[in-house]
């Protein structure tokens, strides 16, 4: 019978361990919403990022177009 029974010394630290994982978690959310503000903001970059590659891309594939029309007039 005194196997269930807690101490107070157990239940303090038990207590204390507690309020250790509380605290954990709540770091833990605060980095979890943080990388994922990070990741939103990445994502629109690379979004950004793509659209200029692809413009870029369409600007080089005109000019090639323009130069061999130039080219075949000359």
């Given amino acids: 019978m005194t196997d269930t ?3 107070l010394p157990e239940l303090r630290d038990i207590s204390t361990q507690l309020d250790r994982l509380i605290e ?3 770091r833990l959310g605060e980095e979890n ?3 994922r503000h990070s990741q939103e903001q990445l ?3 690379r979004a950004g990022l793509l659209a200029k590659n692809e413009s870029a ?3 080089v594939e ?3 177009v323009r130069l061999k029309s130039l ?3 000359a």
Avoid: G, P, Q
């Fill in 5 to 7: 029974i807690t101490t």
């Fill in 24 to 26: 954990m978690c709540r």
């Fill in 33 to 35: 919403r943080s990388l």
């Fill in 43 to 45: 994502v629109a970059e």
């Fill in 57 to 59: 891309r369409s600007r």
């Fill in 62 to 64: 005109a000019m090639i």
């Fill in 71 to 73: 080219e075949s007039n």
